[in-house]
């Protein structure tokens, strides 16, 4: 059954023989064929599938030449037909955001019960109802590292982040299942049940919750020509996180300008690219 080769090759089965996965998967075609073709001698005593008419060994057609599976396409067949991840996790990838802007996890959720907390992960499953009132709301899971959680999203916020639940469970986006950070109320249970209060996407969380950009330079760095034109970047994305200048003569001090001419900057990654390119290397750095 064709089926049921491509399932094994998806989940793994043949890797111990050939570890291109998608070298396996191009030449199913060609293997099928030879498989069914040696059956068809060994019933007419031609030979076996392992040897040819004379008891001599038949060689394996030779696997398509493919390029390896990405780790997204691995990892989502081997979901797709197992319900579970094998050869790693989607989220390990970003494990160190999601360890850095959250504080509570599947696994540590004792004596938080009652209490706002922020939690990241992907969308496992989804669906969306009506309350009494005919108004919109969700029961969403979201998975991370360590086990699920049930989300409960009401009307209100569901009418302000729904489209980003609604994204991150239908996978959209050309980088695969898209992480994300939800704060609400932790309630008890097996899974935790959080009461959603706020959602945003894992890859804008430096930008967003971010209190302070920080810009660490050396004193003979500090020209009047990159002085104006780091000011011009900082007017350029205004936004809420506030901004130092630190600028260090080596071994010996280091002084933090507050710039009162910015009033804030919009942290993003963009922007913390351009200002360290102006200075020709990593002067950039985010606190919380």
Same mark, same amino acid.
């Given at each position: 059954?064709?089926?049921?080769?491509?399932?094994?090759?998806?989940?793994?089965?043949?890797?111990?023989?050939?570890?291109?996965?998608?070298?396996?998967?191009?030449?199913?075609?060609?293997?099928?064929?030879? $498989?069914? #073709?040696?059956?068809?001698?060994?019933?007419?005593?031609?030979?076996?599938?392992?040897?040819?008419?004379?008891?001599?060994?038949?060689?394996?057609?030779?696997?398509?030449?493919?390029?390896?599976?990405?780790d997204r396409q691995r990892l989502e067949y081997e979901k797709e037909v197992?319900?579970?991840?094998?050869?790693?996790?989607?989220?390990?990838?970003?494990?160190?955001?999601?360890? @850095?802007?959250?504080?509570?996890?599947?696994?540590?959720? =004792? +004596?938080?019960?009652?209490?706002?907390?922020?939690?990241?992960?992907?969308?496992?499953?989804?669906?969306?109802?009506?309350?009494?009132?005919?108004?919109?709301?969700?029961?969403?899971?979201?998975?991370? *590292?360590?086990?699920?959680?049930?989300?409960?999203?009401? #009307?209100?916020?569901?009418?302000?982040?729904?489209?980003?639940?609604?994204?991150a469970a239908a996978g959209e986006g050309d980088e695969g299942p898209k992480?994300?950070?939800?704060?609400?109320?932790?309630? +008890?249970?097996?899974?935790?049940?959080?009461?959603?209060?706020?959602?945003?996407?894992?890859?804008?969380? =430096?930008?967003?919750?971010?209190?302070?950009?920080?810009?660490?330079?050396?004193?003979?760095?500090?020209? =009047?020509?990159?002085?104006?034109?780091?000011?011009?970047?900082?007017?350029? @994305?205004? $936004?809420?996180?506030?901004?130092?200048?630190?600028?260090?003569?080596?071994?010996?001090?280091?002084?933090?300008?507050?710039?009162?001419?910015?009033?804030?900057?919009?942290?993003?990654?963009? *922007?913390?690219?351009?200002?360290?390119?102006?200075?020709?290397?990593?002067?950039?750095?985010?606190? *919380?």
């Open positions: 059954n064709r089926r049921v080769v491509e399932s094994l090759v998806k989940c793994g089965a043949f890797d111990p023989l050939h570890a291109n996965r998608a070298a396996v998967w191009g030449s199913l075609d060609v293997m099928l064929e030879a $498989g069914a #073709s040696a059956a068809r001698d060994r019933e007419i005593g031609q030979g076996s599938l392992f040897g040819g008419a004379g008891g001599e060994d038949v060689p394996a057609p030779p696997l398509a030449d493919a390029a390896e599976w990405t197992l319900g579970f991840y094998v050869t790693g996790h989607p989220l390990m990838a970003v494990s160190g955001l999601l360890e @850095r802007y959250t504080d509570t996890t599947a696994a540590n959720t =004792e +004596g938080k019960e009652e209490r706002d907390v922020r939690i990241g992960g992907l969308v496992t499953s989804f669906r969306e109802t009506r309350t009494r009132r005919g108004q919109l709301m969700a029961f969403v899971t979201l998975e991370d *590292l360590e086990g699920p959680f049930d989300l409960v999203v009401f #009307s209100e916020p569901y009418a302000q982040y729904g489209h980003l639940l609604k994204a992480a994300l950070l939800v704060t609400g109320k932790l309630e +008890g249970g097996d899974p935790p049940k959080i009461l959603v209060r706020e959602v945003l996407e894992l890859s804008r969380a =430096e930008e967003k919750l971010s209190s302070q950009l920080r810009v660490r330079i050396r004193s003979e760095e500090a020209t =009047e020509d990159r002085l104006l034109a780091l000011r011009a970047l900082f007017q350029a @994305r205004p $936004g809420e996180c506030a901004v130092t200048l630190h600028v260090v003569i080596p071994d010996e001090s280091e002084t933090v300008i507050a710039l009162s001419s910015i009033r804030g900057v919009r942290p993003d990654a963009a *922007l913390r690219q351009d200002v360290d390119a102006l200075f020709g290397r990593s002067v950039t750095e985010l606190a *919380l």
